[in-house]
């Protein structure tokens, strides 16, 4: 899964970080794993999902809305530290790897041409 070749997950992702990191603080790093299929996989941000783009960034998006599971875990921590904005002040979330793993005739393989 390569969410960047998409010019509108692209455009979602500039939207994002400029809102949240368009900035000098300093922050700590936290780092996962590869991106869902259904979150960050499609959004190209860690970590969220498009329904949670729109109803807890407040970014509007014509992608399909389905959740993620890591979305939503995520977004509940995100919640209770005081919201998206106290939030991306103070942390910076990030993947491992920003490109996703799929698994086609029982192996596992970076998918970066599909």
């Not at 509108?8 to 400029?18: G, M, P, R, V």
Request: aromatic share 14%; charged share 25%; glycine share 12%.
């Amino acid at each position: 899964m390569n969410p960047y070749r998409d010019p509108a997950a692209w455009k979602l992702c500039e939207q994002f970080y400029n809102k949240y990191y368009s900035d000098e603080a300093h922050r700590v790093l936290v780092l996962g794993i590869n991106p869902g299929r259904f979150g960050g996989g499609i959004t190209g941000i860690p970590f969220t999902d498009p329904l949670t783009l729109e109803k807890e960034c407040g970014i509007q998006n014509t992608l399909k809305k389905k959740t993620e599971l890591s979305a939503e875990f995520i977004y509940r921590m995100i919640g209770d530290y005081g919201g998206p904005d106290q939030f991306y002040r103070r942390f910076y979330i990030s993947a491992l790897s920003p490109l996703g793993f799929t698994q086609e005739g029982g192996s596992r393989r970076l998918l970066l041409n599909p």
